[in-house]
């Protein structure tokens, strides 16, 4: 009954932002970290950013400092905020929410950077 729901992909030239939203059909209880990760074409999905119950985040080297995730407990909605995109960002995007009882997963965004 549970789904996420992505929406903020797109095509951007170098340089540029995107902002990835996933919202939440339905709150979901026992929540242990929610956030995004990413799978070009021929590679595994990778982790990208996640934040935790308690808002402690985690990023991946090769986004720190240009990403930001966060949160929006009131919409059910999580975001991953985007900057100085780089060609070597283009993937597909999907939302995780862990759960204490199962993981849930969005349908993918597609990302694109030209260079």
């Known amino acids: 009954q549970v789904q996420l729901v992505e929406s903020g992909g797109g095509l951007v030239q170098a340089g540029g932002s995107l902002r990835l939203s996933c919202a939440a059909s339905?709150?979901?209880?026992?929540?242990?970290?929610m956030g995004w990760y990413r799978q070009a074409p021929g590679k595994q999905r990778e982790l990208v950013a996640a934040i935790t119950g308690g808002a402690g985040t985690n990023y991946a080297d090769s986004v720190k400092g240009r990403f930001t995730i966060s949160r929006d407990n009131f919409k059910n909605t999580v975001y991953l905020q985007m900057n100085n995109l780089k060609p070597e960002d283009t993937a597909v995007y999907y939302c995780?929410?862990?759960?204490?009882?199962?993981?849930?997963w969005g349908q993918g965004t597609q990302v694109s950077v030209s260079s």
């Open positions: 339905a709150s979901l209880s026992s929540i242990k970290a």
């Open positions: 995780n929410v862990e759960t204490s009882f199962r993981v849930y």
